[in-house]
């Protein structure tokens, strides 16, 4: 039997956490003093780790503190309510979790606290979990390579499933396949332009797209 792995990124993809993630970017901005960015602006780095989030968004200012802020405020608002899964991809995963070649990964931007949280709240079953604390910040490759490696999944049978160009960069970078998704948070026609090889319109197709790419 060939192993496949499906490996998704985490928020915009498979949950909708833009409203933490924006009201937690205010709070850090708040607690050093400094006006919050543009919501399109914090959306736009969402699925970057956070210090590189900060460095964008922020340079020169004291990071630290901003990160510990962001951290407090977050972790309160995920206790208080997690980011709901999008509408379709718990019925997606549970499908391909039926399949004993199919092995299901998430590599994510968030803490490896944040992603255990999801793990907790949704109960995703996963056979590798790749996470911020442990990696170079998306679109470096290392995560992936790090997923096929766990999961002794060769490239060509690899999926990365994501909303963010950063995602379809890291996926080109690690030589698997690019599958964007368009519920997300970044355009369509942005993740095409990063290198997306194909795009999925709602959860419901995303099985039938895989299938589609493992069997061509």
Same mark, same amino acid.
């Given at each position: 039997?060939?192993?496949?792995?499906?490996?998704?990124?985490?928020?915009?993809?498979?949950?909708?956490?833009?409203?933490?993630?924006?009201?937690?970017?205010?709070?850090?901005?708040?607690?050093?003093?400094?006006?919050?960015?543009?919501?399109?602006?914090?959306?736009?780095?969402?699925?970057?780790?956070?210090?590189?989030?900060?460095?964008?968004?922020?340079?020169?200012?004291?990071?630290?503190?901003?990160?510990?802020?962001?951290?407090?405020?977050?972790?309160?608002?995920?206790?208080?309510?997690?980011?709901?899964?999008?509408?379709?991809?718990?019925?997606?995963?549970?499908?391909?979790?039926?399949?004993?070649?199919?092995? #299901? =990964?998430?590599? &994510?931007?968030?803490?490896?606290?944040?992603?255990? +949280?999801? @793990?907790? !709240?949704? %109960?995703?079953?996963?056979?590798?979990?790749?996470?911020?604390?442990?990696?170079?910040?998306?679109?470096?490759?290392?995560?992936?390579?790090?997923?096929?490696?766990?999961?002794?999944?060769?490239?060509?049978?690899?999926?990365? #499933? =994501?909303?963010? &160009?950063?995602?379809?960069?890291?996926?080109?970078? +690690?030589? @698997?396949? !690019?599958? %964007?998704?368009?519920?997300?948070?970044?355009?369509?026609?942005?993740?095409?332009?990063?290198?997306?090889?194909?795009?999925?319109?709602?959860?419901?197709?995303?099985?039938?797209?895989?299938?589609?790419?493992?069997?061509?």
């Amino acid at each position: 039997m060939t192993l496949r792995l499906a490996l998704f990124d985490m928020d915009g993809t498979l949950v909708d956490s833009q409203g933490h993630i924006v009201a937690s970017m205010d709070a850090a901005f708040a607690a050093a003093g400094r006006p919050a960015p543009d919501r399109e602006a914090v959306v736009a780095c969402i699925g970057l780790s956070l210090p590189v989030v900060f460095e964008r968004l922020a340079p020169g200012a004291d990071h630290a503190d901003m990160l510990a802020a962001y951290k407090t405020h977050y972790a309160a608002a995920r206790a208080k309510a997690p980011a709901p899964t999008f509408p379709g991809i718990p019925a997606a995963l549970d499908a391909l979790g039926t399949e004993p070649e199919t092995l #299901i =990964g998430i590599a &994510t931007g968030a803490s490896r606290r944040g992603l255990r +949280a999801m @793990i907790d !709240a949704h %109960g995703f079953r996963l056979a590798t979990a790749q996470c911020a604390d442990d990696h170079p910040s998306k679109p470096h490759p290392s995560m992936i390579a790090a997923a096929l490696a766990e999961t002794s999944v060769t490239p060509v049978n690899a999926v990365m #499933i =994501g909303d963010s &160009t950063f995602d379809m960069e890291m996926a080109r970078a +690690a030589g @698997i396949f !690019a599958l %964007g998704v368009a519920w997300g948070y970044h355009a369509p026609e942005r993740l095409r332009a990063a290198g997306a090889q194909a795009m999925v319109e709602t959860p419901a197709a995303l099985v039938p797209a895989l299938h589609q790419i493992w069997e061509s």
